[in-house]
């Protein structure tokens, strides 16, 4: 089946600084790709998905491109503040045409002010 | 719009006892999904219903871990007996469709056996 893998943390920045979490991933075909953030005591949340190769999700400031060529979706963000603080994890489907989703190990972002 | 709640948040137990998460997702979401997420790891999907009936189990270890959906809403997972290993974040997330990426998370119920 399809797998990710993430990059490890934890990372630690200070606001305003650039973020990039690194995702790669092995897949049969072109999977859609996503990523989700969860906050402390929360459960997760979509932070932001791209169906195809090329594509670009973005929301809240964050972006990720599905880049066919590296096998990569890496989380950026030009500005993090103290609220992004939190624990995002990269996932794609365990399959073709499956709903059930593999997750990456996540990595915790730590932004202090 | 009430998102998916969880109960327990947190539940400490000696291993051989059993225990009990209970999950009411959001209100019209027709599948329900229990996860498993240990220190460390990225969730790991136990069970998938589709309205009352179980569309995946595959994951569920089921000599001691066993999950219902009575009437197409909220859903009960148990474990008995509890090991150390079940130690771990349990998870419920629910989904408007069957075949939807936009699953909506609980804040989950931490178990610790000891």
């Known amino acids: 089946g399809n797998s990710v893998t993430q990059m490890e943390g934890p990372v630690t920045l200070s606001e305003e600084a650039f973020l990039t979490i690194n995702c790669t991933y092995t897949?049969?075909?072109?999977?859609?790709l996503f990523w989700y953030v969860q906050y402390p005591g929360e459960g997760l949340q979509l932070l932001l998905k791209a169906t195809k190769a090329d594509d670009k999700g973005s929301n809240k400031g964050f972006e990720a491109t599905y880049r066919k060529e590296t096998t990569s979706f890496h989380l950026e963000k030009g500005s993090v503040q103290v609220s992004d603080s939190a624990v995002y994890f990269c996932?794609?489907?365990?399959?073709?045409?499956?709903?059930?989703?593999?997750f990456g190990k996540g990595t915790k972002l730590t932004v202090n002010p | 719009e009430a998102g998916v709640a969880q109960s327990p948040r947190y539940k400490i137990i000696e291993k051989r006892q059993s225990v009990a998460f209970w999950c009411n997702p959001i209100s019209g979401h027709a599948t329900l999904y229990w996860y498993q997420q240990i220190l460390g790891q990225g969730p790991k999907l136990l069970i998938q219903?589709?309205?009352?009936?179980?569309?995946?189990d595959s994951q569920l270890p089921k000599d001691r871990f066993s999950a219902e959906r009575l009437k197409g809403v909220d859903s009960t997972l148990k474990i008995q007996p509890a090991k150390l290993e079940d130690s771990a974040v349990y998870l419920c997330?629910?989904?408007?469709?069957?075949?939807?990426?936009?699953?909506?998370f609980g804040p989950g119920t931490r178990l610790t056996v000891t």
């Open positions: 997330a629910s989904s408007l469709r069957a075949v939807s990426y936009e699953q909506y």
């Open positions: 897949a049969t075909g072109y999977p859609s």
């Open positions: 219903f589709q309205n009352n009936g179980v569309v995946d």
């Open positions: 996932a794609l489907p365990t399959q073709g045409g499956s709903e059930k989703l593999v």
